[in-house]
């Protein structure tokens, strides 16, 4: 697991046609760990909000006793975010446009997920 | 958290301040000058903890701030320190009013370091915007220090 490593990995979530970045997101401290976005994309927001989403959710599901998130989707009017959790504790987060095929996004984000174990 | 769990001697720090620890979910914030003087303050109860943490925020910057002269590059942007269930992040930056420093504390089952940083930012830019002129340097004699030491801890506590 390295820096190359997780930049390919992200690359193939980027390749997705709608995906408009991807990032790798430390779960606990919401930091960027490695990033591919469109320029315009706010990187340290998104990883830091998405990261306080994830925590709330995973506290949500535990307490639902649903277990551990395996995938997020958010779909909104502008876009969609989409996030699997790693099992080191690091996030991999789409930021997508509406239309995007969502299981494929899902299928790549499952994959960089492997990676980052 | 409500705008009553922030404080401050001066008042064009209250709603940036109170802005910022809703969105940051801070626990505790303390808003100083370098020398440890305290503008405002959300979360402490009691005067000894504001001092207390003042003081030693104040000298953590000035270490950092040598250490940084000797290196040889400008003063250290924020430093972060995790513990178990809590985070200090503490920074400096500089407003019109001269250079200040924050001081937050977060849980970590409440916040993160990327919320305290992003919202950071924000609280930065408000500062900023409201920040009056750096006032006119003066003798600070004993009898002034202390009275206005006490109306500081007055205005921080609501006595």
């Given at each position: 697991m390295n820096a190359v490593a997780f930049g390919r990995a992200l690359e193939q979530v980027t390749q997705v046609r709608g995906v408009r970045g991807a990032m790798l997101v430390s779960g606990q401290d919401g930091l960027v760990v490695a990033e591919q976005l469109m320029e315009g994309l706010r990187g340290p927001a998104v990883a830091a909000l998405a990261a306080s989403l994830s925590s709330r959710l995973s506290r949500a599901m535990g307490a639902a006793g649903l277990g551990i998130g395996q995938f997020w989707h958010l779909q909104?009017?502008?876009?969609?975010?989409?996030?699997?959790?790693?099992?080191?504790?690091?996030?991999?987060?789409?930021?997508?446009?509406?239309?995007?095929?969502?299981?494929?996004?899902?299928?790549?984000?499952?994959?960089?997920?492997?990676?980052?174990? | 958290m409500t705008a009553a769990n922030v404080r401050a001697v001066e008042s064009w720090t209250l709603d940036p301040l109170t802005t910022y620890v809703q969105e940051a979910t801070a626990r505790l914030v303390l808003l100083m000058t370098p020398a440890g003087q305290v503008l405002a303050?959300?979360?402490?109860?009691?005067?000894?903890?504001?001092?207390?943490?003042?003081?030693?925020?104040?000298?953590i910057i000035a270490s950092t701030t040598e250490l940084a002269r000797q290196l040889g590059q400008p003063p250290f942007a924020g430093l972060t320190h995790q513990g178990e269930r809590q985070g200090i992040f503490l920074a400096s930056f500089t407003t019109e009013r001269g250079p200040l420093v924050a001081l937050v504390v977060y849980d970590l089952m409440a916040s993160s370091l990327g919320l305290v940083q992003l919202f950071f930012d924000h609280l930065v830019a408000e500062l900023r915007a409201a920040s009056p002129k750096a006032k006119e340097t003066r003798q600070v004699l004993a009898a002034d220090f202390e009275r206005e030491l006490n109306e500081s801890l007055n205005s921080l506590f609501g006595r």
């Open positions: 909104c009017e502008g876009g969609a975010l989409l996030v699997v959790p790693a099992a080191s504790g690091l996030l991999v987060v789409a930021v997508a446009d509406p239309e995007v095929n969502v299981g494929l996004v899902r299928l790549e984000l499952l994959r960089a997920a492997e990676v980052a174990r | 303050q959300s979360g402490f109860s009691r005067a000894v903890d504001v001092m207390s943490a003042a003081a030693l925020g104040a000298a």
